[in-house]
């Protein structure tokens, strides 16, 4: 398991853009892939995004495609999500994880708050 540190959450009218950060302690290798989830208040975690960390994989849920764009750095061992044309239901605590690809994720960050005004 790794350090995930999530920052560049905050308050944004809609129509606005977000770019989040997720900062592994540790290099992450090729195998694995990052995801970024969210969890509304009162409402169960959901996938927003991941990608490999080797290749050009990526996948996005169907709420935020074309809207989003999850990417990497790899010198850095950083992953990004880029918020576009935010909708005040994309108001949320997003969270980073880690894991194999293939697998479950087995490492979590402890999110960051986005809220997106009406």
């Known amino acids: 398991q790794v350090q995930l540190v999530e920052s560049g959450g905050g308050l944004v009218q809609a129509g606005g853009s977000l770019r989040l950060s997720c900062a592994a302690s540790?290099?992450?290798?090729?195998?694995?892939?990052m995801g970024w989830f969210r969890q509304a208040s009162g409402k169960e975690r959901e996938f927003v995004a991941d990608?490999?960390?080797?290749?050009?994989?990526?996948y996005y849920a169907d709420s935020v495609k074309g809207r989003f764009t999850i990417s990497r750095d790899n010198a850095k061992n950083t992953v990004y999500l880029q918020l576009n044309s935010l909708k005040p239901e994309d108001t949320a605590v997003y969270y980073c994880?880690?894991?194999?690809?293939?697998?479950?994720?087995?490492?979590w960050g402890r999110g960051t708050q986005v809220t997106v005004s009406s």
């Open positions: 540790a290099r992450i290798f090729s195998s694995y892939r």
């Open positions: 990608i490999r960390w080797s290749g050009d994989s990526t």
């Open positions: 994880a880690a894991g194999r690809f293939g697998a479950t994720y087995d490492s």
